[in-house]
């Protein structure tokens, strides 16, 4: 196996590894981090004696090659360092998001079917039981006709946050002119608006794919990109998909979805982290919590796909949907609102901005099924409506 970054999260795929029960399962046969080192994890990577690589292009120049690659690089860098490990031989599992653009997507699926490997993407709630249990369940029409589906998050974060790398909360990669569109909604609670389109997919292995798109883009940092969402998805099938997040709130709201099917509501975090369903009838079925299932299972679950091959159920085709709903987030809101100067505040301990009331704004509106400038909140302004369909460029959405 290749590790691919062993900082920031990587750290954490790296620390699965070497926490494995059973270490003869899968051998780490090389490392690529320019700033390797620097990983807390630097002192067992040390005694590995394995190639510790600054380019995954000079590991597999050097004729070396590995059954799986993990990638856990930033953003503009997934599906790029994916095309090289395709090409070197390598089966490929890449964290969440699956890059920044369509295109990107796009390029990473000719890739992958030119080398006959497979690809999966690491939103982990696509690996766990109690959503895929879920998704069986919807697919087999026990809740009806899917009719909206909502999800909110509001997770604060200090300037820390923002510093930590080059790459965060920027559009583009300053050095390198890739794009990163780093947001709540392609970082953070990226799983959470992957998972909507989950869920509805017409098939276990795909997503709904997004055909319209209509957002509200915020900040209250000093950044390039946006650290507060809202949008209304429309899919092929005519369902409604709304998306809150932000890192901008005063407090701290758990991660909550809610799905309306004609016959049936299903939620998750409102009243307790287990998913329920509750029918017309007033009949209850609880999956228990997404986050039951370890995170790191997507990881067994690769080197199980490895052994016995069989469906992959988050490949690019599935993930998709969430690059193609945040382009269209970010063609509807070409130019990025700060909140109004009179509404942030700041704290010291830890070093944070925050908008006054917007938790209690967002949650409103996840409540009615709204967004912000439909109901008519004084600082809020409306995105236009973005079709997605055929969209297959970012920005813009086609080459011409």
């Given at each position: 196996?290749?590790?691919?970054?062993?900082?920031?999260?990587?750290?954490?795929?790296?620390k699965?590894?070497?926490?494995?029960?059973?270490?003869?399962?899968?051998?780490?046969?090389?490392?690529?981090?320019?700033?390797?080192?620097?990983?807390?994890?630097?002192?067992?990577?040390?005694?590995?004696?394995?190639?510790v690589?600054?380019t995954?292009?000079?590991?597999?120049?050097?004729g070396?090659?590995?059954?799986?690659a993990?990638?856990?690089?930033?953003?503009?860098?997934?599906?790029?360092?994916?095309?090289?490990?395709?090409?070197?031989?390598?089966?490929?599992?890449?964290?969440?998001?699956?890059?920044?653009?369509?295109?990107?997507?796009?390029?990473?699926?000719?890739?992958?079917?030119?080398?006959?490997?497979?690809?999966?993407?690491?939103?982990?709630?696509?690996?766990?039981?109690?959503?895929l249990?879920?998704?069986?369940d919807?697919?087999?029409?026990?809740?009806?006709?899917?009719?909206?589906?909502?999800?909110?998050?509001?997770?604060?974060?200090?300037?820390?946050y923002?510093?930590?790398?080059?790459?965060?909360?920027?559009?583009?990669?300053?050095?390198?002119?890739?794009?990163?569109?780093?947001?709540?909604?392609?970082?953070?609670?990226?799983?959470?608006?992957?998972?909507?389109?989950?869920?509805?997919?017409?098939?276990?292995?795909?997503?709904?794919?997004?055909?319209s798109?209509?957002?509200?883009?915020?900040?209250?940092?000093?950044?390039?990109?946006?650290?507060?969402?809202?949008?209304?998805?429309?899919?092929?099938?005519?369902?409604?998909?709304?998306?809150?997040?932000s890192?901008?709130?005063?407090?701290?709201?758990?991660?909550?979805?809610?799905?309306?099917?004609?016959?049936?509501?299903?939620?998750?975090?409102?009243?307790?982290?287990?998913?329920?369903?509750?029918?017309?009838?007033?009949?209850?079925?609880?999956?228990?919590?997404?986050?039951?299932?370890?995170?790191?299972?997507?990881?067994?679950?690769a080197l199980?796909?490895?052994?016995?091959?069989?469906?992959?159920?988050?490949?690019?085709?599935?993930?998709?949907?969430?690059?193609?709903?945040?382009?269209?987030?970010?063609?509807?809101?070409?130019?990025?609102?700060?909140?109004?100067?009179?509404?942030?505040?700041?704290?010291?301990?830890?070093?944070?901005?925050?908008a006054?009331?917007?938790?209690?704004?967002l949650?409103?509106?996840?409540?009615?099924?709204?967004?912000?400038?439909?109901?008519?909140?004084?600082?809020?302004?409306?995105?236009?409506?973005?079709?997605?369909?055929?969209?297959?460029?970012?920005?813009?959405?086609?080459?011409?």
């Amino acid at each position: 196996m290749l590790m691919v970054a062993i900082g920031g999260y990587g750290y954490h795929y790296l620390k699965a590894l070497l926490d494995e029960p059973q270490p003869s399962r899968c051998r780490i046969v090389g490392v690529v981090d320019p700033m390797a080192r620097l990983s807390r994890l630097w002192p067992a990577v040390s005694l590995l004696r394995v190639p510790v690589c600054a380019t995954i292009e000079e590991f597999y120049g050097e004729g070396r090659t590995a059954d799986l690659a993990v990638i856990a690089s930033p953003i503009h860098w997934h599906v790029p360092q994916a095309i090289v490990a395709l090409a070197g031989g390598s089966l490929v599992l890449c964290d969440k998001p699956l890059g920044a653009t369509i295109q990107e997507a796009g390029a990473l699926i000719e890739a992958r079917d030119r080398s006959g490997h497979w690809v999966m993407i690491g939103y982990q709630w696509s690996f766990s039981s109690a959503i895929l249990a879920l998704k069986r369940d919807i697919l087999a029409g026990l809740f009806g006709r899917p009719i909206r589906l909502s999800t909110l998050c509001c997770w604060p974060r200090d300037f820390s946050y923002y510093a930590r790398n080059d790459w965060a909360g920027r559009l583009s990669h300053k050095a390198t002119g890739r794009w990163v569109l780093d947001s709540p909604a392609n970082n953070a609670m990226a799983h959470h608006l992957h998972n909507l389109f989950f869920l509805l997919g017409p098939e276990p292995h795909l997503s709904a794919r997004p055909r319209s798109v209509q957002a509200e883009l915020y900040r209250a940092y000093p950044i390039e990109s946006c650290d507060t969402a809202a949008c209304r998805v429309v899919t092929d099938h005519g369902v409604e998909v709304l998306f809150y997040a932000s890192h901008a709130t005063e407090r701290t709201l758990a991660s909550r979805f809610r799905l309306e099917f004609e016959h049936a509501v299903v939620t998750c975090g409102e009243e307790s982290g287990d998913v329920v369903s509750m029918d017309r009838k007033g009949q209850r079925k609880s999956y228990g919590s997404p986050d039951d299932t370890p995170q790191f299972h997507k990881l067994v679950a690769a080197l199980n796909h490895i052994e016995g091959g069989g469906t992959v159920f988050c490949g690019p085709e599935a993930a998709m949907s969430q690059t193609l709903a945040v382009n269209g987030m970010h063609d509807s809101v070409p130019e990025i609102r700060t909140f109004p100067v009179e509404l942030l505040r700041n704290e010291s301990s830890p070093d944070r901005v925050y908008a006054e009331g917007l938790d209690e704004t967002l949650l409103r509106c996840y409540r009615e099924a709204t967004l912000p400038a439909e109901a008519e909140v004084p600082w809020a302004v409306a995105g236009r409506t973005v079709s997605l369909a055929g969209y297959c460029h970012f920005p813009g959405g086609s080459p011409s």
